[in-house]
């Protein structure tokens, strides 16, 4: 019995992490620039949504990660033009893309799917078949009996860590979220930098939600994302602003996420919103410790002008 709680519980931590690492992995990148995006909640619901509407109308959950994909880089588009043209509070424009998305993604779930006397069936990715491998003991159902998705973060994290630290355009990211006055003096345009890097976590938080409504579960539901934005950005922090150190926090919550679940079987006789909130609990007592000993971008949060301008 303890072998199987163990089994269930490691692969199970890694099936709850995804999500979260995928948009924690994009939001790593957009405040590496000198962004704050707190509305990672609100596009990983829109995200969810078009996901289901996507792979319903195409037949198939790759059209369905195309739309969650194109739909969470519009809304990181609203919060690019609103934070770096227009200069408004980051955690204004994330707070209201969070408003946004929950109202969005309910209401036009009601217009469409939601409508329909009978639920379509939703396309849904399969789990990976990789044969004998999958039928290992223990290391078989805890690391290759996964949906596809649940490998990404891996490869993501890993290509997005060399770019990051060992490119030119990587190089380019770090000096506009540390010093974009200098950087601008370099030839860099910090406005174009910081508009691909916000897009590029929209994306992510697009997928991210995909995942959660196509891969974890098979449909929409209102405010699926349940917090998990929210997780996200409290991983980067843990993470120290690393790609590789993010998608570890990530993991981190993603076992206390599959942790509650099955204390919830094993205690029955205790509330079962004591386990629910265990990983928020978590995410707040790290911040608590670990925020003020993280080293964050220096420009994080602060539009840029210009060099010449006041």
Known sequence: MDEVFLIGLLAGAFRFATPIALAALG???????????????????VGAFFAVLGSVWTGTPYGGLACAIASGIAMA??????????????????????????????????????????????????????????????????????HLLVYAPVVIALLLWWWLYRT???????????NPA???AAGVSVERVRYGCVLF????????????????????????????????????????????GAALAALFFGAADAAQIRLQILNPDIPFELFVMMPYVLAVLFLIFFAGRAQMPAALGIPFTGRFRN
Not at 94 to 110: E, K, P, T
Not at 168 to 178: F, K, M, W
């Open 77 to 146: 588009g609203l919060h690019a033009f609103l934070s770096i043209t227009l200069k408004v509070d980051q955690i204004v424009s994330g707070i209201a893309l969070i408003v946004l998305g929950l109202g969005f993604s309910g209401f036009f779930y009601r217009l469409t799917i939601g409508a329909q006397s009978r639920a379509p069936a939703v396309p849904t990715f399969d789990k990976v078949n990789l044969g004998w491998i999958s039928e290992l003991p223990i290391i078989g159902p805890v690391l290759f009996q996964h």
């Open 168 to 178: 030119g355009p990587g190089l380019q990211v770090r000096a506009t979220g540390e």
């Open 201 to 244: 976590g929209g994306a992510m938080a697009g997928l991210a939600g995909a995942y959660l409504s196509t891969a974890q579960l098979s449909g929409f539901v209102e405010n699926m994302v349940s917090g998990r934005g929210f997780i996200a950005v409290a991983c980067v922090v843990f993470g120290r602003w690393n790609p590789i």
């Open 182 to 184: 200098a950087a601008e």
């Open 27 to 45: 939001e790593t990148i957009a405040q590496r620039s000198g962004v704050l995006n707190v509305g990672i909640e609100g596009i990983m619901l």
